[in-house]
């Protein structure tokens, strides 16, 4: 709560700064460099900057979607990509079958960047798995909500905590590092979920995973329950990390909101993939952090699409075209007000270039068009894109009565050619 109180305050008092040098501001506004300018004082970046890290569990919770399951060769490959692209840690269970053991240990064999993490369940014979594997990273995982001790574990708190702290104990007499998720976390009662969390930071677990298992938090409530952890906990020990499933279409937005409470590493799966409705994509997590969170990472963005593309490939599950980001619709700009604004400076409706994220930009061209979107394409066919023509053409598709008809990837050398051709000789406003 003092923490939304304060923030406003920062923002109220950020607003009135604006309007108090209103003249400044508005020249700010037409010659800032940067067109987000205005956004990012009401996102107050600045302020709390931190970096925030991804575990990405494409090989883990992503191989969990209904129907989803890789060979070895394309679980090594993802790995390769997702270190080469800048993830800080990369989860695979070695538990779930002899090829995922052996991919599990040939991962570990590459020397990646990021930390490989095996994941297993809160057993002595799994972590036997994980250490037979050469893992360094050994993350255990045990339901510890009243519903899942009751129904699916059908064991007691008290018989719960034993088993975790065993398994805790076991793992550090290893020397290993180690991650405890405290499953569906966010249904478990405060008071049991700290006292493991504690428990768990005595005995130097490096990492605390809290999960939104079901999709059940709102923002605000995921910011809550990890400033709760972080206040109850040594943090020069443990550290948090937030894993929130998206069964509201939440996810990302709880992940960053519990980054805010304390937490310091978002899991992600490309495009999303997960049980169920999955977990957040990498693409939004990672263009989120970089660009509207300010996190100092070093991903390289560029590299977005390919991954996305190569996941649909081998999950057979197709990237919906309104899929931020890397989706096919994501650069598509069809009404011809907004193709004239884009012409112009692409910013006008993107946050962030396409090219970046190694999409393309597209224009359409159909019924919505107008005069504007008309004067282009006559352009581009080499045709008189006088205005006469452009009102005539405009009309035209209108009457067709057939939605889109044409669309264009816009590249630099279209984009040049439109500009120095068509509308830009003909209609000097
Ligand atoms: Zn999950």
């Not at 600045?46 to 969990?64: A, F, H, N, V, W």
Request: with cysteine.
């Amino acid at each position: 709560m003092y923490f939304y109180a304060t923030n406003f305050i920062f923002f109220t008092y950020n607003i009135y700064k604006l309007n108090d040098k209103s003249v400044n501001v508005q020249r700010m506004s037409l010659y800032s460099d940067d067109p987000n300018y205005f956004a990012h004082i009401y996102n107050d970046s600045e302020r709390d900057k931190k970096r925030i890290k991804i575990l990405d569990s494409t090989l883990r919770e992503g191989e969990q979607h209904p129907g989803v399951s890789f060979s070895n060769k394309q679980r090594i490959q993802i790995a390769w990509m997702l270190d080469s692209f800048g993830v800080d840690q990369i989860e695979i269970s070695p538990i779930v079958s002899l090829d995922h053991r052996e991919a599990t240990k040939i991962i570990i064999k590459q020397g990646l960047r990021a930390d490989i993490v095996a994941h297993v369940r809160a057993i002595k014979s799994d972590v036997d798995v994980a250490i037979d594997c050469n893992a360094t990273w050994v993350a255990t995982y045990l339901g510890i909500s009243d519903i899942h001790l009751k129904s699916k574990l059908r064991i007691s708190r008290e018989e719960a905590k034993i088993r975790a702290l065993e398994v805790a104990d076991y793992i550090k007499s290893h020397g290993l590092k180690s991650r405890f998720t405290m499953e569906d976390a966010s249904r478990t009662e405060p008071e049991f979920l700290l006292d493991m969390c504690r428990e768990m930071n005595n005995r130097g677990i490096e990492r605390i995973s809290i999960p939104d298992t079901v999709g059940i938090m709102r923002p605000r409530g995921m910011y809550n329950i990890v400033k709760l952890v972080c206040n109850n906990i040594d943090n020069s020990k443990t550290s948090l990390d937030v894993h929130c499933h998206n069964d509201v279409g939440l996810a990302l937005s709880n992940a960053l909101s519990g980054c805010e409470g304390g937490a310091d590493q978002i899991h992600t799966t490309i495009d999303g993939i997960g049980e169920r409705t999955g977990i957040p994509a990498l693409a939004e997590t990672a263009v989120a952090l970089n660009l509207i969170y300010k996190s100092n990472n070093d991903f390289r963005l560029h590299l977005l699409k390919d991954l996305s593309k190569t996941i649909s490939d081998y999950t057979s599950i197709p990237i919906h075209e309104s899929k931020p980001l890397v989706g096919d619709s994501s650069y598509k700009h069809k009404a011809g007000t907004h193709l004239a604004a884009i012409l112009r400076n692409p910013s006008a409706y993107e946050i962030i270039e396409p090219k970046q994220v190694g999409n393309r930009r597209k224009i359409v061209f159909g019924e919505l068009s107008g005069k504007n979107g008309s004067a282009y394409l006559l352009s581009i066919l080499g045709l008189d894109s006088s205005k006469e023509n452009a009102e005539s053409l405009a009309k035209g598709l209108k009457e067709l009565r057939m939605g889109d008809i044409l669309e264009l990837y816009l590249d630099e050398k279209l984009e040049r050619k439109i500009l120095n051709e068509g509308y830009v000789k003909t209609n000097k406003d």
